[in-house]
């Protein structure tokens, strides 16, 4: 499970119906791992479902101790490793590089979708 503070990179973009790079704006990412934050309003708990590769772990921790992209609800992280930006992992299986995450998250009505490092 992800535990280390996000740090904003950008919003995200989606050209023809494909996600685009953050760095390099190209549209090749490749999808890795998933957590899912369950969050109502405000809660003073989160419930933290994290699948790495074929392991899933769900667990509880207090809101503030998560990493969610949201700040109040629901949220989502998704890795992705793009083909030019971590070319030089590719042959090691990509397991070295930090991946970019896709944040989706609930805030005031609107889903957002953001890019984190
Ligand atoms: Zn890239």
């Known amino acids: 499970m992800r535990q280390a503070n996000l740090t904003y990179i950008q919003e995200?973009?989606?050209d023809g119906?494909?996600?685009i790079c953050p760095s390099c704006k190209e549209s090749n990412l490749h999808q890795f791992n998933v957590t899912?934050?369950?969050r109502g309003e405000d809660d003073s708990y989160t419930t933290v479902i994290a699948q790495?590769?074929?392991e899933?772990?769900?667990s509880k921790f207090k809101s503030e101790d998560t990493?969610?992209?949201s700040?109040?609800?629901n949220g989502l992280l998704l890795e992705f490793m793009c083909e030019h930006c971590?070319?030089?992992n590719m042959t090691a299986g990509w397991s070295t590089e930090r991946p970019f995450l896709l944040g989706i998250s609930q805030h005031k009505g609107d889903t957002l979708m953001q890019w984190f490092k």
């Open 36 to 38: 899912v934050f369950e």
């Open 71 to 73: 700040s109040r609800r």
């Open 86 to 88: 971590h070319e030089s």
């Open 17 to 19: 119906g494909s996600l």
């Open 52 to 54: 790495n590769k074929h």
């Open 67 to 69: 990493c969610n992209p």
């Open 56 to 58: 899933v772990y769900a």
């Open 12 to 14: 995200a973009f989606i």
